[in-house]
């Protein structure tokens, strides 16, 4: 089976910079997107950042020019650079792979880390 595991979140002042990592372990066959999704409180979750098999990214606009989104394809790694951090990023962030294993194709997620930006 495959499973992504998440990390680097924490408590951040405003204008800090934090960078989160999703670490995807298990057979793979081909990867087609890798995104970053976040849920601030009481809100929905929403798409933040995206990475596709052919290399091109598409960001949310209340991010552009702080956050990119890359990829170690050695390991199978998602990061996110997140710099310049407003109180507003607070959030639950969310990884997702759409991939193709054995089983067929099929939506895989992180189990979310906390992203606290607060003075």
């Known amino acids: 089976q495959v499973q992504l595991v998440e990390s680097g979140g924490g408590l951040v002042q405003p204008g800090g910079s934090l960078r989160l990592s999703c670490a995807a372990s298990?057979?793979?066959?081909?990867?087609?997107?890798m995104s970053w999704y976040r849920q601030p409180p009481g809100k929905q979750r929403e798409l933040v950042a995206q990475?596709?098999?052919?290399?091109?990214?598409n960001y949310a606009d209340s991010v552009k020019g702080r956050f990119t989104i890359s990829r170690d394809y050695a390991k199978n790694t998602l990061y996110l650079q997140m710099n310049s951090l407003k109180p507003e990023d607070t959030a639950v962030y969310y990884c997702n792979f759409d991939l193709t294993n054995s089983r067929g194709r099929a939506d895989y997620w992180g189990q979310g880390t906390q992203v606290t930006v607060s003075s």
């Open positions: 990475l596709t098999s052919a290399s091109s990214t």
């Open positions: 298990g057979s793979i066959f081909r990867i087609y997107t």
